[in-house]
């Protein structure tokens, strides 16, 4: 039997509306494990700039608006998850695939008793950054910035929090931020560590596309189900639903031993972990570096060089507030890394090719 902690929400408080910031953050403090993050502890909170607090939401539910009310979000619409600007309509974007981390990563947060306000919040941004034609277009994008003396390269989840703070300021609050930088990605909070609720979002991503992909592959015809060799199916399920189901549980009970234990640890038991690798790794061979991936790579690659050479030739063709105060190869690769497919498409087709003669 679960025991419920008294919660008292008085009827007495000073604010008229039902339920008001105050009364949630009173009940994650009685409802939450003591290892989530509570969205009244001042340092998770803090913002760049100070911010109108809200009589009703928490600075997470406020930063999950902030994230689903931006232009970057809106344009995970038209961006790849695997298939290039899949003509049919079941085909994963980014947008259904961030909605379908968010799910996941919010039912697991919710079942350990963490901050599922945070976990949504951080689901929800973690691919922000995402730049037209997936992993396909980063890889294109980092050789190209490395070329012109960004050694870093290109990183969707490091440009997430640049899209985030500086490029479409949303001044979210610092576990937001340190939650979709993420674990060992370059996190320079050292003040703030990492929040549980990251490491929740980092697995369920993994989960989501381990499902998806497969799906969508199959829909392309390029593998069956029966193709999964027969170790990992009979470790982690016969199918995608029961996989997914297999490994959501598994990190369920294999986090709430460690919390209880008072470890602050999010993981999938090592029997699971390791299969759910072996999926990956078979998934990589068999999708997305397959020959017909490869082709597709090679094309992508080809269109973004022609734009990137284009625009760092006609900085004046990059919209008007975009150059300064930035440097211009930062400024063209703002540009180009928030561009969907279908708009890359389109600008490639207008700047490079040729018009017919009317
Ligand atoms: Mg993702």
Redesign the pocket.
């Known amino acids: 039997m679960l025991s419920m902690p008294s919660v008292s929400f008085s009827q007495n408080s000073a604010s008229p509306l039902p339920q008001s910031c105050a009364q949630q953050a009173t009940f994650e403090a009685a409802w939450l494990h003591p290892l989530a993050a509570q969205s009244g502890h001042e340092a998770l909170i803090r913002r760049a700039r100070a911010s109108q607090p809200c009589p009703i939401r928490t600075a997470f539910q406020q930063d999950r608006d902030r994230i689903l009310h931006s232009k970057a979000f809106r344009r995970l619409k038209y961006k790849t998850q695997v298939f290039i600007s899949p003509n049919g309509d079941h085909y994963r974007t980014r947008l259904t ?2 909605l379908e ?1 968010a799910q996941i990563a919010r039912t697991m947060a919710r079942a350990l008793r963490l901050n599922e306000d945070l976990t949504e919040a951080i689901a929800l941004g ?2 922000l950054g995402h730049p037209p034609f997936g992993h396909s277009g980063e890889h294109a994008l980092s050789a190209l910035c490395k070329e012109a003396g960004l050694p870093e390269g290109f990183s969707h989840t490091l440009h997430s929090v640049r899209i985030a703070t500086v490029l479409e300021p949303l001044n979210l609050t610092a576990a937001v931020l340190s939650g979709m930088q993420g674990q060992g990605k370059g996190n320079t909070d050292e003040a703030l560590p990492v929040p549980l609720e990251s490491k929740v979002v980092e697995l369920a ?1 993994r989960m989501a ?1 381990l499902r998806h992909d497969v799906e969508d592959a199959q829909r392309a015809e390029l593998m069956s189900e029966g193709d999964i060799p027969a170790e990992i199916r009979q470790t982690l399920g016969e199918d995608r639903q029961e996989r997914l189901n297999t490994l959501v549980l598994d990190l369920i009970e294999t986090s709430a031993g460690n919390l209880n234990n008072g470890q602050a640890k999010i993981a999938v038991s090592p029997e699971r972990f390791e299969a759910m690798q072996a999926l990956r790794g078979w998934m990589f061979e068999r999708i997305y570096l397959s020959p017909r991936q490869q082709v597709k790579d090679a094309q992508v690659k080809h269109l973004l060089e022609g734009l990137w050479q284009y625009y760092q030739a006609n900085p004046k063709a990059l919209p008007e507030d975009s150059v300064a105060p930035v440097e211009q190869v930062q400024a063209v690769l703002d540009y180009m890394a928030g561009m969907t497919d279908r708009f890359a498409l389109s600008t490639y087709q207008t700047l490079l090719l040729p018009r017919p003669y009317l």
């Open positions: 695939h961030t981390v973690h691919d991503d596309y």
